[in-house]
Protein backbone atom coordinates (compact mmCIF):
# COMPACT_ATOMS: atom_id res chain seq x y z
CA UNK A 1 0.00 0.00 0.00
CA UNK A 2 1.35 3.23 -0.98
CA UNK A 3 1.38 6.47 1.27
CA UNK A 4 0.21 8.54 -1.40
CA UNK A 5 -2.71 6.38 -2.48
CA UNK A 6 -4.09 3.43 -0.28
CA UNK A 7 -4.27 1.01 -2.76
CA UNK A 8 -5.97 -2.72 -1.89
CA UNK A 9 -4.55 -5.49 -4.49
CA UNK A 10 -7.27 -8.62 -4.74
CA UNK A 11 -5.94 -11.83 -2.96
CA UNK A 12 -6.35 -13.49 0.08
CA UNK A 13 -7.80 -11.74 3.02
CA UNK A 14 -8.76 -9.06 0.93
CA UNK A 15 -12.48 -7.87 2.49
CA UNK A 16 -10.10 -7.59 5.58
CA UNK A 17 -8.07 -5.30 3.93
CA UNK A 18 -10.58 -3.02 1.95
CA UNK A 19 -12.02 -2.57 6.20
CA UNK A 20 -8.27 -1.87 7.24
CA UNK A 21 -7.67 0.26 4.33
CA UNK A 22 -11.10 2.05 4.85
CA UNK A 23 -10.66 2.53 8.60
CA UNK A 24 -6.89 4.01 8.32
CA UNK A 25 -8.03 6.41 5.19
CA UNK A 26 -11.61 6.76 4.85
CA UNK A 27 -10.61 5.26 1.32
CA UNK A 28 -9.61 2.76 -0.71
CA UNK A 29 -8.66 2.14 -3.88
CA UNK A 30 -8.86 -1.49 -5.33
CA UNK A 31 -6.85 -3.11 -8.25
CA UNK A 32 -6.56 -6.35 -9.27
CA UNK A 33 -2.74 -5.97 -9.74
CA UNK A 34 -0.61 -3.50 -12.00
CA UNK A 35 0.33 -4.04 -15.55
CA UNK A 36 4.12 -4.28 -16.99
CA UNK A 37 3.42 -0.28 -17.89
CA UNK A 38 2.74 0.11 -14.27
CA UNK A 39 -1.30 0.81 -14.67
CA UNK A 40 -3.65 -0.40 -12.16
CA UNK A 41 -5.15 -3.60 -13.53
CA UNK A 42 -9.07 -3.22 -13.07
CA UNK A 43 -11.17 -5.60 -10.87
CA UNK A 44 -13.84 -7.85 -12.70
CA UNK A 45 -17.30 -6.74 -12.46
CA UNK A 46 -18.37 -10.21 -10.71
CA UNK A 47 -15.62 -9.59 -7.99
CA UNK A 48 -16.45 -6.20 -7.42
CA UNK A 49 -20.56 -7.49 -6.79
CA UNK A 50 -19.29 -9.36 -4.41
CA UNK A 51 -16.94 -6.98 -2.30
CA UNK A 52 -20.12 -4.52 -2.62
CA UNK A 53 -22.40 -7.11 -0.69
CA UNK A 54 -19.88 -7.21 2.05
CA UNK A 55 -21.03 -3.93 2.91
CA UNK A 56 -17.99 -2.38 3.23
CA UNK A 57 -17.93 1.07 2.35
CA UNK A 58 -20.99 3.80 1.69
CA UNK A 59 -20.08 4.33 -2.12
CA UNK A 60 -18.10 2.82 -4.29
CA UNK A 61 -16.89 4.21 -7.38
CA UNK A 62 -15.81 2.57 -10.34
CA UNK A 63 -13.88 3.65 -13.86
CA UNK A 64 -15.44 1.74 -16.54
CA UNK A 65 -13.39 2.94 -19.12
CA UNK A 66 -11.20 5.55 -20.00
CA UNK A 67 -10.90 8.05 -23.28
CA UNK A 68 -7.24 8.37 -23.05
CA UNK A 69 -7.18 11.87 -21.64
CA UNK A 70 -9.17 13.04 -24.87
CA UNK A 71 -12.58 15.23 -23.61
CA UNK A 72 -15.12 12.62 -25.66
CA UNK A 73 -15.92 9.11 -27.12
CA UNK A 74 -18.41 6.79 -27.48
CA UNK A 75 -17.34 3.10 -26.19
CA UNK A 76 -16.15 0.37 -27.83
CA UNK A 77 -17.78 -3.10 -27.97
CA UNK A 78 -16.15 -4.48 -25.24
CA UNK A 79 -16.92 -1.40 -22.91
CA UNK A 80 -17.98 -0.27 -20.83
CA UNK A 81 -16.98 -2.88 -18.26
CA UNK A 82 -20.29 -1.97 -15.97
CA UNK A 83 -20.63 -3.94 -12.53
CA UNK A 84 -24.15 -5.22 -12.02
CA UNK A 85 -24.52 -3.35 -8.46
CA UNK A 86 -24.49 -0.22 -9.92
CA UNK A 87 -26.82 2.05 -9.30
CA UNK A 88 -25.57 5.54 -10.68
CA UNK A 89 -23.60 5.76 -13.88
CA UNK A 90 -22.08 8.78 -15.63
CA UNK A 91 -21.09 9.04 -18.90
CA UNK A 92 -18.17 11.77 -18.65
CA UNK A 93 -17.15 14.35 -21.56
CA UNK A 94 -15.22 17.59 -21.62
CA UNK A 95 -16.80 20.57 -23.42
CA UNK A 96 -13.93 21.28 -24.88
CA UNK A 97 -14.35 18.99 -27.53
CA UNK A 98 -17.07 21.00 -28.88
CA UNK A 99 -16.29 22.17 -32.21
CA UNK A 100 -13.68 20.26 -32.87
CA UNK A 101 -13.45 17.90 -35.27
CA UNK A 102 -14.42 14.18 -34.40
CA UNK A 103 -11.01 12.70 -36.56
CA UNK A 104 -8.94 15.24 -34.42
CA UNK A 105 -7.13 14.72 -31.10
CA UNK A 106 -10.36 15.97 -29.00
CA UNK A 107 -12.37 12.18 -29.77
CA UNK A 108 -11.33 8.83 -28.50
CA UNK A 109 -12.79 6.28 -31.07
CA UNK A 110 -13.71 8.65 -33.63
CA UNK A 111 -14.58 5.72 -35.84
CA UNK A 112 -17.63 4.93 -33.36
CA UNK A 113 -18.62 8.67 -32.58
CA UNK A 114 -18.60 8.87 -37.05
CA UNK A 115 -21.03 6.34 -37.00
CA UNK A 116 -24.07 9.11 -35.36
CA UNK A 117 -23.60 10.91 -38.84
CA UNK A 118 -21.41 14.39 -37.72
CA UNK A 119 -17.33 14.76 -38.71
CA UNK A 120 -17.24 17.72 -36.24
CA UNK A 121 -18.42 17.70 -32.34
CA UNK A 122 -21.42 19.53 -31.63
CA UNK A 123 -24.13 19.75 -28.82
CA UNK A 124 -26.22 17.79 -30.84
CA UNK A 125 -24.08 15.11 -31.49
CA UNK A 126 -22.90 15.20 -27.84
CA UNK A 127 -26.37 14.63 -26.57
CA UNK A 128 -27.06 11.60 -28.93
CA UNK A 129 -24.29 9.97 -28.13
CA UNK A 130 -24.23 10.47 -24.42
CA UNK A 131 -28.41 9.24 -24.60
CA UNK A 132 -28.03 5.81 -26.85
CA UNK A 133 -27.77 2.99 -25.43
CA UNK A 134 -24.96 2.29 -27.63
CA UNK A 135 -22.82 5.36 -26.17
CA UNK A 136 -23.30 7.07 -23.08
CA UNK A 137 -26.20 4.49 -21.77
CA UNK A 138 -24.34 1.15 -22.61
CA UNK A 139 -23.90 -1.12 -19.63
CA UNK A 140 -26.30 0.62 -17.59
CA UNK A 141 -28.25 -1.78 -15.42
CA UNK A 142 -31.71 -1.98 -14.94
CA UNK A 143 -33.08 0.28 -12.04
CA UNK A 144 -29.47 2.40 -12.29
CA UNK A 145 -30.08 6.14 -13.17
CA UNK A 146 -27.96 7.59 -15.93
CA UNK A 147 -26.15 11.09 -14.63
CA UNK A 148 -24.11 12.46 -17.71
CA UNK A 149 -21.40 14.74 -16.41
CA UNK A 150 -19.66 17.79 -18.53
CA UNK A 151 -16.49 18.73 -16.94
CA UNK A 152 -14.27 21.88 -17.87
CA UNK A 153 -16.87 24.19 -17.45
CA UNK A 154 -15.21 27.28 -16.67
CA UNK A 155 -16.42 30.62 -17.73
CA UNK A 156 -17.29 31.39 -21.34
CA UNK A 157 -17.26 27.05 -21.15
CA UNK A 158 -20.18 27.27 -18.70
CA UNK A 159 -22.84 28.43 -21.30
CA UNK A 160 -21.91 25.71 -23.75
CA UNK A 161 -21.70 22.57 -21.23
CA UNK A 162 -25.15 24.18 -20.04
CA UNK A 163 -26.54 24.04 -23.57
CA UNK A 164 -25.05 20.38 -23.76
CA UNK A 165 -26.98 19.37 -20.99
CA UNK A 166 -30.38 20.85 -21.81
CA UNK A 167 -29.62 18.95 -25.15
CA UNK A 168 -29.05 15.92 -23.04
CA UNK A 169 -31.98 16.04 -20.93
CA UNK A 170 -34.11 17.14 -24.58
CA UNK A 171 -32.90 13.44 -25.56
CA UNK A 172 -35.66 12.22 -23.33
CA UNK A 173 -34.15 9.00 -22.03
CA UNK A 174 -36.29 7.76 -18.81
CA UNK A 175 -33.11 7.05 -17.05
CA UNK A 176 -31.34 10.61 -17.30
CA UNK A 177 -32.88 12.48 -14.40
CA UNK A 178 -29.88 14.73 -14.41
CA UNK A 179 -27.19 16.30 -15.69
CA UNK A 180 -24.17 17.48 -14.06
CA UNK A 181 -22.48 20.49 -14.86
CA UNK A 182 -18.45 20.62 -13.60
CA UNK A 183 -14.98 21.82 -13.34
CA UNK A 184 -13.28 19.55 -11.43
CA UNK A 185 -9.85 21.88 -11.26
CA UNK A 186 -11.89 24.72 -9.64
CA UNK A 187 -14.15 22.29 -7.64
CA UNK A 188 -17.30 24.12 -9.78
CA UNK A 189 -20.62 22.40 -9.82
CA UNK A 190 -24.02 22.20 -11.42
CA UNK A 191 -26.41 20.33 -12.16
CA UNK A 192 -29.88 20.47 -14.64
CA UNK A 193 -32.46 18.24 -13.97
CA UNK A 194 -35.47 17.16 -15.86
CA UNK A 195 -38.24 18.65 -15.60
CA UNK A 196 -41.56 16.73 -15.00
Not at 52 to 79: W, Y
Not at 93 to 103: F, K, S, T, Y
Amino acid sequence: MSAELPVVFLGAGIVERIARCVEAHQVAFLAAGRADDGKFEGVSPTALDELVRAGLADAVLVEADGARQRPFKAPAAHEPVVPACASIVSFMMGIDALGRPVEGASVHRPEVVLAYGQTTVTAGLMAAVTASPSGGLKGVPPGAVARPIINKALGPLTREAATVAAAVLAQGHPSIDRVLVTDLQSGTFGVLRRRG
